[in-house]
């Protein structure tokens, strides 16, 4: 499972190439085996889908290929086993799995799901060609900051994805999304969007990129595990989206395929510095909401909620200017109804 399921030689090898060129007597002297036994070693990784190139300063790895454990692992920078999976029921059973077994930063990776689901059980369609991840990680925070860490993977996709080319925002809580845009690109009010039947539009909240579905086991005061789970639509085909649903893909919005290895390696890299400082999580997520400013209803647990999105406070609670005073919600499903005028 650490660094991609490799062997460790082979692993060890990967680690002394990713910051550059290394001879072979220097990378035969570092792993104490012989400089055929690392002529095998890189032949065996070339079949594997990493190209290697032998030049007068050493072995250099020029492109990764493939996209498994071994490519996601070469060059993370952050600490997180990788277990890839070409098919899996849910990454974040399996994810669960490890956290009950005592594992911890590990990153469940799969190319296709075939039991996976969203948030209240809602099925979430996760084809070859996305990114399907779920983190397995033992914060040493009480449960009441765990709601943190779900807008702290939303932030790290948001980031991830605006560097290959797509404007991602984030819908409160755990939704990243592209913006619907009108013929005078106006943000997120295409004049296209349903009645309520009460005088309001209803913008859905643009197409849906990623959703998060967060687990936990703790106890009063700390977390023993949390499970951080990631549906991210990558290199998804239209026709593989859900029917009917208002969803994109990486793919879609750019005309072409991203590299699902990068991308995940920067989601893993931004979550983790994102985790190491929760304080600067709510600020990050602001930069990029598209929740706020917005006249919404929140369908809670206890009922809904209507009101202007005025802020989000730490963990994660949304605050709403209902006219009535201001009202925080922690936990429900966001319906955007129409941007909030001047």
Request: aromatic share 4%; glycine share 12%.
């Amino acid at each position: 499972m650490t660094g991609g399921g490799l062997p460790p030689a082979r692993r060890a090898l990967l680690d002394a190439l990713a910051d550059g060129p290394v001879e072979g007597p220097a990378l035969a002297d570092e792993l104490g085996v012989s400089r055929a036994a690392v002529w095998k070693h890189v032949e065996t990784l070339r079949e594997s889908g990493f190209r290697i190139e032998g030049t007068d300063e050493g072995y250099v790895v020029t492109e990764v290929t493939e996209y498994d454990g071994p490519a996601v692992a070469y060059g993370l920078d952050a600490p997180f086993a990788v277990e890839f999976h070409d098919s899996v029921g849910s990454t974040n059973d399996r994810a669960r799995e490890l956290a009950t077994g005592g594992a911890a930063n590990v990153a469940v990776i799969a190319d296709e799901q075939t039991a996976s689901r969203g948030r209240l059980d809602r099925e979430w369609r996760s084809p070859s060609g996305g990114v399907w991840l779920s983190l397995v990680l033992r914060p040493d925070v009480p449960p009441a900051h765990a709601p943190a860490f779900t807008l702290a993977a939303a932030v790290a996709v948001t980031r991830a994805c605006r560097e290959v080319g797509v404007d991602a925002r984030i819908k409160w809580p755990n939704d990243v999304l592209v913006p619907h845009t009108n013929d005078r690109g106006d943000e997120g009010d295409d004049g296209d969007d349903a009645s309520d039947g009460a005088g309001d539009t209803v913008d859905r909240g643009g197409r849906k990129l990623c959703g998060i579905l967060t687990e936990m086991e703790g106890e009063a005061d700390r977390v023993s595990w949390l499970v951080v789970g990631i549906g991210l639509n990558a290199n998804v085909d239209a026709g593989d989206l859900p029917a009917g649903a208002d969803a994109t893909s990486l793919a879609a919005e750019l005309g072409h395929d991203v590299d699902r290895r990068i991308l995940v390696q920067r989601v893993l890299e931004e979550f983790h510095e994102l985790g190491r400082d929760l304080d600067g999580v709510i600020p990050a997520w602001r930069e990029h909401a598209d929740t706020l400013g917005r006249r919404v209803r929140v369908d809670t647990p206890g009922g809904i909620v209507e009101g202007d999105a005025v802020d989000v406070e730490f963990p994660g609670a949304l605050v709403l200017d209902t006219g009535n005073g201001e009202v925080r919600v922690t936990a429900g499903d966001c319906e955007h109804l129409r941007p909030v005028r001047d």
